[in-house]
T-cell receptor, first 114, second 111 residues
Framework: EPEVTQTPSHQVTQMGQEVILRCVPISNHLYFYWYRQILGQKVEFLVSFYNNEISEKSEIFDDQFSVERPDGSNFTLKIRSTKLEDSAMYFC????????????FGSGTQLSVL | GENVEQHPSTLSVQEGDSAVIKCTYS??????FPWYKQELGKRPQLIID?????GEKKDQRIAVTLNKTAKHFSLHITETQPEDSAVYFC??????????FGAGTTVTVRA
């Protein structure tokens, strides 16, 4: 069964550094999302992406965050200058099209900012 | 934005008993109601979902019931097994299917 894949599985960085989290959505999916989950808390929406542009973003997704689909397969989340509070598990998700609501999540990237 | 509440926050059941988790939401425009299961350190996995034009859906030991008037939907697990132990999240959504997750319910099935 096709899966959303994410790399790396763990990322450790120093505060103030830039990180890029990578995702390969399921190949025929058109809608892409990033969510995050701080340890022990609920999953929070960050951003949705469709047709090469952001369709919606949350208050968390400030100017330090950006997303990109640089080619036909990858979907990336960049954090320009990481803060301690950015430490969380980041999940990528994708959905096939507008007629199907099911979101499929990747296995996540655990980001630790020191 | 959508305000989502789940109850209870923790649930301990004896193997073979039933478990019920309730989710209330605030946005009357919500039209998609999924439940996700998350095991420790793993991704959320969709276990069952229901759309706003349906009142109940069942898949083997799992069922979801929806009350749109009261703005709540519930997850029912029958004949619980140890492998049902996990955190369960409701995640109602509106429009572009941006999921709004509840705080989660930790279910422990005692053998």
């Amino acid at each position: 069964e096709p899966e959303v894949t994410q790399t790396p599985s763990h990322q450790v960085t120093q505060m103030g550094q830039e990180v890029i989290l990578r995702c390969v959505p399921i190949s025929n999916h058109l809608y892409f999302y990033w969510y995050r989950q701080i340890l022990g808390q609920k999953v929070e929406f960050l951003v949705s992406f469709y047709n090469n542009e952001i369709s919606e973003k949350s208050e968390i997704f400030d100017d330090q965050f950006s997303v990109e689909r640089p080619d036909g397969s990858n979907f990336t989340l960049k954090i320009r200058s990481t803060k301690l509070e950015d430490s969380a598990m980041y999940f990528c998700a994708s959905r096939v099209d507008s007629s199907n609501e099911k979101l499929f999540f990747g296995s996540g990237t655990q980001l630790s900012v020191l | 934005g959508e305000n989502v509440e789940q109850h209870p926050s923790t649930l301990s059941v004896q193997e073979g008993d039933s478990a019920v988790i309730k989710c209330t939401y605030s946005d009357s425009a919500s039209n998609y109601f999924p439940w996700y299961k998350q095991e420790l350190g793993k991704r959320p996995q969709l276990i069952i979902d229901i759309r706003s034009n349906v009142g109940e859906k069942k898949d083997q030991r799992i069922a979801v019931t929806l009350n749109k008037t009261a703005k709540h939907f519930s997850l029912h697990i029958t004949e619980t097994q140890p492998e049902d132990s996990a955190v369960y999240f409701c995640a109602p959504s509106v429009g572009d299917y941006k999921l709004s997750f509840g705080a989660g319910t930790t279910v422990t099935v005692r053998a």
